[in-house]
């Protein structure tokens, strides 16, 4: 059974930054590509940004130039580092398998929220 519970969120000014992580039990890490989605309150979840095994990212257009993805395959960790945030960012972020998503991974995500 494999649980990925995230964590880093919460309220930043527009123009701050914050740092995400996702932590996965087993070895799942090593053996697939990961990715960060995010949910915003009356829309459906999108993908934000993904890493292959070898580390090569991929982005959405809305968070190019802003945010970073990486991974740290010895901790089993996924981060996404989060720069001049903007009120649009806010939304609920959840890791999981990309580019497909799998439905049983799902976990609680964490919050963020971007307001003055």
């Known amino acids: 059974q494999v649980q990925l519970v995230e964590s880093g969120g919460g309220l930043v000014q527009p123009g701050g930054s914050l740092r995400l992580s996702c932590a996965g039990s087993g070895s799942i890490f090593s053996t697939v590509a990961m990715g960060w989605y995010r949910q915003a309150p009356g829309t459906h979840r999108e993908f934000v940004a993904g890493?292959?095994?070898?580390?090569?990212?991929n982005y959405a257009d809305s968070v190019k130039g802003r945010f970073t993805i990486s991974r740290d395959n010895t901790k089993n960790t996924v981060y996404l580092q989060m720069n001049s945030l903007k009120p649009e960012d806010t939304a609920v972020y959840y890791c999981?398998?990309?580019?497909?998503?799998?439905?049983?991974?799902w976990g609680q995500g964490t919050q963020v929220t971007v307001s003055s």
């Open positions: 999981n398998t990309y580019p497909s998503a799998i439905d049983q991974f």
């Open positions: 890493i292959n095994i070898g580390g090569r990212p």
